[in-house]
């Protein structure tokens, strides 16, 4: 009698009191079905992936579902009702049975299909020992910074197995632990929060209504090396560029050897607020930006020359709040974090491109491969920003930076800063001094003007003093109205001013040397030592960035005291030091 006949001959006992027809169906048919379709596959691999079904087998399943809920519960039915529903549908009566025993609540057709023959799935075949030693091992060998490969890894379990007795896991085994650890998890443990977090998904967005509510500043280091006057490659630039999230127009960039710091966000700032007619016309740029005034909010990270509390004193006296994002919470910068890549992934084109990292610069020689200066790369993003992206549709507003501009509410104009002379000095870095019958003294030097003797005279004592790093020739007092005093060298001398960074190094010149003297000749003379070092010295990288630096410094400091108002000169008979020529 074959198997099929002899479940059909045992289920035809429906008085048995032992055994009822459910247990006598699951038990002769658990292997197949009574159709001829089943019976074929169950020799096979079945398969159970309910999407790849065809449509008239998935009918068939979904007709048992109906019949098989069209059965009285049990304790209420009898065997006809249940060969009555199997005849209607056109299977055994057993396999109504089974399918009642499968489902659970309502149950659906995917219920219903048969279970795949074989060792379970899912189910491991190693000990609980085992199991525990790769668990151990993954937290303390695999999660790790040290970031070992998937071969040590294996290594390392299979010998800490046999070390209890236990037989080797196979590598492929191991691999299957390590596949199944969420990537989030393995990018957090093995390359920190940041790389964690390009693994976590982020379906928000942050919708900016108007331009001039959120401006967005932050830096990077170019991805391409550039050259001195001579054409010597000296090292990357810094770029800094303020977004306006709205409009995603760029309102300013600034691009300088010197690394982050107050001065370069103040010169950002400054173009930023500025109108541009000035800054294109220098240039010989004809091209249309029409950014500038004052935004409610900037908006960066946690570096230390934006949360300087000078700065953020100078942006709230003007009207302008800060915002610092979370620390690794890069997300919350996203689009001006976009416009940097995209202006790097321009950078590869270019002579000297450094690329994102060696791999991908290959064999390619960046430094023998430089012949862009500083300025023309300054100049290579102005054409990218001004030319290009400013005119190119941006995904994300449907149209370009310059259309989505023009499109602001109607009467929404900026505010600019009353007094741009008061604004750009406040944004300037600063210390606090006294004014005495010699004047101010910082960097070493003496500082003294006519209006500083008559604020002295008027009783002004501590006094805020705000100075450019990149020219210490003359520094801007605070006084008690509010505006500031231009001060020159009480002293005044020829040679070329120092930047503050080649002050710092003529003083580490005399430390080292042994002369810990304040006499201000000696200050001077080791300045310009260190000036002629930087000069004459060119053959390190180090020392022409730093010639090349100083070139810039003073360039930009020269454009910058040219705005300014002239510093008053002292009588002759000022130099002594006594104000108004003699003891008061």
């Not at 099929?4 to 008085?15: G, I, P, R, V």
């Not at 390392?156 to 691999?175: F, H, N, Q, W, Y």
């Not at 020689?365 to 549709?393: P, T, V, W």
């Not at 210390?431 to 002004?460: H, M, N, W």
């Amino acid at each position: 009698m074959s198997n099929f006949q002899h479940s059909n001959h045992a289920l035809q006992k429906e008085d048995s009191a032992e055994r009822s027809p459910e247990d006598l169906s699951v038990k002769c048919f658990d292997r197949f079905e009574s159709d001829d379709e089943f019976k074929s596959q169950a020799k096979l691999s079945i398969n159970n992936n309910i999407e790849e079904m065809s449509n008239e087998r998935f009918e068939r399943l979904a007709l048992r579902l109906k019949a098989t809920k069209s059965i009285p519960p049990r304790g209420e039915r009898v065997r006809a009702d249940v060969e009555a529903a199997a005849a209607a549908v056109g299977v055994h009566p057993a396999t109504l049975y089974r399918d009642m025993l499968r489902l659970e609540g309502r149950g659906s057709v995917r219920d219903l299909l048969p279970k795949a023959l074989g060792f379970p799935k899912g189910r491991s075949r190693l000990s609980a020992r085992q199991e525990e030693v790769i668990s151990l091992c993954i937290q303390s060998h695999f999660l790790t910074l040290a970031r070992p490969s998937t071969v040590k890894v294996a290594k390392k379990i299979g010998d800490m197995c046999e070390d209890e007795g236990l037989p080797r896991p196979s590598r492929a085994t191991v691999i299957r632990r390590l596949n199944a650890i969420p990537k989030r998890i393995v990018a957090l443990k093995r390359h920190g929060p940041k790389a964690a977090e390009q693994q976590t998904p982020r379906p928000g967005r942050y919708v900016v209504a108007r331009p001039w509510d959120v401006w967005q500043i932050d830096h990077t280091l170019a991805d391409v090396i550039v050259v001195d006057r001579d054409g010597k490659p000296i090292g990357r630039v810094w770029l800094t560029i303020v977004l306006d999230v709205c409009t995603r127009m760029v309102v300013a960039y600034y691009v300088g050897l010197e690394p982050p710091s107050t001065i370069r966000v103040a010169a950002t700032l400054d173009l930023a607020v500025s109108p541009k007619a000035a800054w294109l016309a220098a240039r010989g740029l004809d091209y249309v930006w029409p950014a500038k005034g004052l935004p409610l909010l900037l908006h960066s990270d946690r570096a230390k020359e934006f949360t300087s509390p000078n700065l953020r004193r100078a942006l709230l006296n003007h009207g302008t709040d800060t915002f610092y994002r979370p620390p690794g919470r890069t997300r919350f910068g996203g689009h001006i974090e976009r416009l940097i890549g995209t202006m790097m992934g321009t950078c590869r084109l270019l002579p000297g491109a450094t690329h994102n990292s060696p791999s991908a610069r290959g064999n390619y020689d960046s430094k023998g491969a430089a012949r862009l200066g500083i300025d023309d790369l300054e100049m290579y993003f102005a054409h990218q920003i001004l030319g290009i992206y400013h005119h190119a549709k941006h995904s994300a507003l449907g149209m370009s930076p310059l259309d989505a501009w023009a499109k602001r509410p109607k009467g929404w104009e900026p505010e600019c800063p009353g007094d741009m002379e008061t604004f750009r000095l406040d944004l300037f870095p600063e210390c606090s001094r006294t004014i005495t019958r010699q004047g101010v003294s910082a960097f070493g030097d003496e500082y003294y003007s006519r209006e500083l003797g008559e604020a002295y005279i008027a009783g002004a004592r501590k006094v805020v003093v705000k100075y450019d790093p990149r020219d210490l020739s003359q520094i801007y007092v605070r006084v008690a109205n509010g505006r500031y005093l231009v001060v020159p060298y009480r002293l005044q001398r020829e040679e070329p001013a120092p930047t503050l960074w080649l002050h710092k190094a003529g003083r580490r010149a005399r430390t080292q040397a042994g002369d810990s003297s304040r006499d201000r000749a000696t200050i001077r003379r080791a300045n310009e030592a260190a000036e002629r070092v930087i000069e004459e010295s060119l053959k390190s990288d180090k020392i022409k960035r730093q010639a090349e630096r100083l070139r810039r410094d003073r360039l930009a400091a020269a454009e910058f005291r040219s705005a300014m108002p002239a510093p008053s000169t002292p009588d002759d008979d000022d130099w002594g030091g006594a104000f108004g020529g003699g003891e008061p």
